[in-house]
């Protein structure tokens, strides 16, 4: 398929302090064909603002406010983002990470139409300057896999992972195992990605680019600092394990 549209995903609380690198990093992709939906969850701050600064320059970005039919919180955001979408490949991305200014070219390379789905190279930062440093880290599940279960025993076994915007997804693929599980408030993006993965063609690895996870404390949606999230974790792994 000759340029597939592309829809990043991208939920939104209170980071006016870091959208606009995250909005950069979409802004300077070298693939053009893009639709980049931002989902505020009734930000406090100036978020919306900073966001509108993005749509007055290219209309390729879009906002959204969240429902008060949908629930809080980033899976419900992602959901809704989903439903108007338009995009036959779905970017999701947090709202404080980055991508490499390749990442979408590179992997949309290698897009038949199926039900591959994509993955490439991450590194973590907590500040700019480490940026620099990135991606010399060889972990054992760069490669490509003819079945998703030996991704997910690779992980087990080497204890990695991959954050959500290493991933790029086919829509129908994600129509195929069901929307985000909005019931999660910690480690959602591994009770999704689980299903996405076992049910996936195959995982198609991308080695020239990757993308930038920030490590940015307790702040972080993955953090475990309250007895609801660390609920929540133990029914992911629930989910995951019956998956």
């Not at 009734?42 to 749509?55: A, G």
């Not at 990135?134 to 954050?163: A, D």
């Not at 790029?168 to 129509?175: E, M, S």
């Amino acid at each position: 398929m000759e340029n597939p549209l592309v829809s990043i995903i991208i939920p939104v609380y209170n980071r006016a302090h870091l959208i606009e690198e995250t909005l950069n990093s979409v802004y300077a992709q070298t693939y053009q064909n893009w639709e980049c939906i931002i989902i505020d969850d009734h930000s406090t701050d100036n978020s919306v603002e900073k966001v509108e600064k993005y749509i007055e320059k290219d209309d390729r970005f879009k906002l959204l406010i969240r429902s008060d039919k949908w629930k809080k919180g980033a899976s419900s955001c992602r959901n809704y983002g989903l439903k108007y979408s338009r995009g036959v490949l779905i970017q999701f991305l947090d709202s404080d990470d980055l991508l490499k200014d390749n990442k979408l070219e590179e992997q949309i390379k290698f897009y038949k139409g199926d039900l591959t789905l994509f993955t490439c190279k991450w590194g973590g930062f907590k500040r700019d300057t480490d940026l620099l440093s990135l991606f010399k880290h060889e972990y054992h599940s760069y490669r490509n896999y003819r079945k998703g279960r030996n991704l997910l025993k690779t992980f087990g076994k080497r204890n990695e992972f991959f954050p959500p915007n290493v991933y790029l997804v086919p829509k129908n693929l994600i129509d195929q195992v069901g929307l985000w599980n909005d019931e999660l408030t910690n480690n959602d993006d591994a009770e999704f990605f689980t299903r996405v993965i076992l049910s996936a063609k195959k995982i198609r690895f991308t080695a020239k680019t990757g993308v930038y996870y920030r490590y940015s404390g307790s702040d972080k949606l993955s953090s475990v600092n309250s007895l609801k999230r660390m609920k929540s974790a133990v029914k992911s792994w629930n989910l995951i394990e019956k998956h």
